[in-house]
């Protein structure tokens, strides 16, 4: 069975670093590439970042970039998103999701998602 | 920045036709893909590549797209079928998502 497991979030101060983990498992994590998309409490999704099956390609939305790296170890099946100069605007409900095909392709599994809080 | 539009709200009578709507520049020539979102859940794929359903997902969705706009069409509405809908795109290196569409199923 596919599955996604987010793990990493908490309450982070802002200014502070996290990183988020994506546990992946069912299918080969090698032939595809991986994103993550948030969504802040009550509203729609953003996308945030994505990175290739060999993790050669990384792309980011402006809101992150700089600020936040998108990485994976393919022989532990994992995908990560450091995140560092946390502000309260990046406090949302973070999901990694699986990517067929690179680049204009759609988003075919998702994690259940890790909340990220940032606040004092 | 690539901007695409939604409808914020759907409301549909039990056992008929949605239609959930999703506008953008020339978006006749992108790939328009669709998510559905229950609450406290995680997104799901309904729609990819405008028109293509993945096999989990029941035949009564569908998607379309005419000119400046994409739609997606839920046939029969039940009540599972609340949810917010999002419609996707890839623009210039980013993915773009629209606002989202709450349905309700009255």
């Known amino acids: 069975e596919l599955q996604l497991l987010e793990s990493g979030g908490g309450l982070i101060q802002p200014g502070g670093s996290l990183r988020l983990s994506c546990a992946a498992s069912?299918?080969?994590?090698?032939?595809?590439?991986m994103t993550w998309v948030r969504q802040a409490p009550g509203k729609g999704l953003e996308w945030v970042a994505a990175?290739?099956?060999?993790?050669?390609?990384?792309f980011y939305a402006d809101s992150v970039k700089g600020r936040f790296t998108v990485s994976r170890d393919n022989s532990r099946n994992t995908l990560y998103l450091q995140m560092k100069g946390l502000r309260a605007g990046d406090s949302a409900i973070y999901y990694c999701?699986?990517?067929?095909?690179?680049?204009?392709?759609?988003?075919?599994?998702w994690g259940q998602g890790d909340l990220v809080t940032v606040s004092s | 920045s690539y901007d695409l539009t939604q409808p914020l709200s759907v409301s549909v009578a039990l056992g008929q036709t949605a239609s959930i709507t999703c506008g953008g520049d020339?978006?006749?020539?992108?790939?328009v893909h669709w998510y559905q979102q229950k609450p406290g859940q995680a997104p799901v794929l309904v729609i990819y590549?405008?028109?293509n359903r993945p096999s989990e997902i029941p035949e009564r969705f569908s998607g379309s797209k005419s000119g400046n706009t994409a739609t997606l069409t839920i046939s029969r509405a039940q009540v599972g079928d609340e949810a917010d809908y999002y419609c996707?795109?890839?623009?210039?290196?980013?993915?773009?998502f629209g606002g989202g569409t709450k349905l309700a199923v009255l």
């Open positions: 999701a699986r990517v067929p095909i690179l680049p204009a392709s759609y988003f075919d599994y």
């Open positions: 069912g299918f080969t994590f090698t032939n595809y590439a």
């Open positions: 990175i290739g099956g060999s993790g050669g390609s990384t």
């Open positions: 020339k978006i006749g020539s992108k790939t």
């Open positions: 590549r405008d028109i």
């Open positions: 996707q795109v890839w623009d210039s290196g980013t993915w773009v």
